[in-house]
């Protein structure tokens, strides 16, 4: 019988990737002993990868639900890893951004993520790994587009 699912598609392919970096990451982050969690590990991250920006925007970008976010971030700045800073568009909201001590934890977060994606690539050439990369980010780029364009005609999106 043949099988009607190639579970070698891009996007299986690119699920299993992603599922292995995380799970690998996690376990590093664990393991180091850096005094946060690798979910806060990986909101702290974010945070300094997006910010400032408000809690329920954290949470839409990382698929991370609204308590959870909530938790880290609470956990977060208890550590002075992260503040809440008044959002200067809206008096009532709050915005997260990363405080100065956060620099050396994220340049050891840092050195985990490229000890995990030097295993993704291998054997692979220099130019090969920059390819893939761009290419990566050619198909993020292709699908937040997309998204974008959906909003702006009013689609629904599915």
Do not use: C
């Not at 180091?32 to 969690?37: K, Q, S």
């Not at 050396?104 to 130019?127: K, Y």
Request: charged share 30%; proline share 3%; net charge neutral.
């Amino acid at each position: 019988m043949k099988q009607s699912i190639d579970s070698d598609n891009f996007s299986f392919l690119l699920l299993d990737v992603a599922r292995l970096l995380r799970a690998d990451f996690e376990r590093r982050v664990a393991g180091a002993e850096l005094g946060i969690t690798p979910g806060e590990a990986r909101t702290l991250a974010n945070v300094a990868r997006f910010g400032p920006l408000r809690q329920h925007d954290l949470a839409n970008l990382t698929g991370i639900g609204p308590m959870s976010v909530t938790g880290m971030i609470d956990n977060l700045e208890q550590a002075g890893l992260v503040i809440r800073t008044p959002d200067p568009d809206d008096r009532r909201a709050k915005q997260v951004q990363i405080t100065q001590k956060a620099h050396a934890l994220l340049e050891d977060l840092h050195r985990i993520g490229e000890d995990v994606r030097a295993i993704s690539r291998g054997g692979l050439s220099t130019e090969e790994w920059d390819t893939f990369h761009r290419l990566l980010k050619s198909a993020r780029d292709n699908h937040l587009s997309a998204h974008h364009s959906r909003r702006i005609s009013g689609k629904a999106e599915t």
